[in-house]
């Protein structure tokens, strides 16, 4: 069975930082699609700077530009915390068995134990952690006790089941961060060639992140 991806963020905004490294994946694991879910309302993060609706409308103009990448706004129209758990429970409750591929930065997978109802995220996808080039795999016995004998290191297991399996997938670094560009466009820098082209004109267009108090009001939109 033909696994589907599935990438969570603020994205605020997105860039080349998480789509490049997501593009790798898609293309390594064969993930079709990989849906990419803005979370409007991050349970474990500052508030956003940039409001819903603009984030998700530069999501959507990112993924324009990398082919197999949709989407999913299901976050949005479904209110509240953006829980990843319940977004887990949507789709399975949509896919039936079908394999579901979770992407997480290695920060995320060491902070997991954090998020709302994390124990039953295995149960419902694989994990996939996406690591630096070089990064070693500690063996088991260094693994969380939650995650032994679950790490596998053939790509294709993860077809072969619906969810339960993590899997380490390295790519390549991106030294881009959407604090970094958020700061940099507050000192009135450009930050073209960090993110596409359509999500730079859409932030400049929109005044979006613009020295505080400049333009509030429109972020906030």
């Known amino acids: 069975m033909q696994a589907l991806g599935v990438f969570g963020g603020t994205f605020d905004p997105i860039h080349y930082g998480h789509l490049r490294p997501a593009q790798v994946v898609r293309e390594r694991l064969a993930l079709e699609p990989l849906l990419i879910v803005p979370a409007p309302h991050p349970p474990h993060r500052r508030q956003p700077v940039a409001a819903a609706n603009h984030r998700l409308r530069m999501v959507q103009l990112a993924c324009e530009e990398f082919p197999g ?15 990843t758990v319940l977004t887990l429970e949507s789709l399975r409750s949509e896919l039936g068995a079908r394999p579901i591929c979770l992407l997480l930065g290695m920060d995320a997978y060491e902070d997991i134990e954090i998020w709302h109802e994390w ?7 694989h994990l996939v952690v996406m690591t630096r080039p070089g ?10 006790a939650w995650a ?3 790490v596998v290191h053939e790509a294709r297991t993860l077809t072969q089941v619906s969810a339960g399996c993590i899997f380490f997938q390295p790519v390549p670094p991106e ?3 959407a604090t970094a560009i958020r700061d940099a ?3 009135g820098e450009s930050v073209r060639g960090q ?4 999500v730079w004109e859409y932030i400049c267009t929109n005044r979006l992140y613009q020295p505080r108090g400049a333009d509030a009001e429109t972020q906030s939109r």
């Open 185 to 187: 466009i507050a000192r």
């Open 135 to 144: 990064w070693e795999f500690p063996g088991e016995a260094q693994l969380p």
């Open 69 to 83: 990448f949709e989407v999913d706004d299901r976050e949005y129209r479904r209110g509240g915390p953006s829980f």
């Open 119 to 125: 124990t039953r995220l295995p149960q419902l996808a």
């Open 148 to 150: 032994r004998g679950r």
């Open 195 to 198: 993110l596409p082209d359509a």
């Open 175 to 177: 030294d881009i961060s």
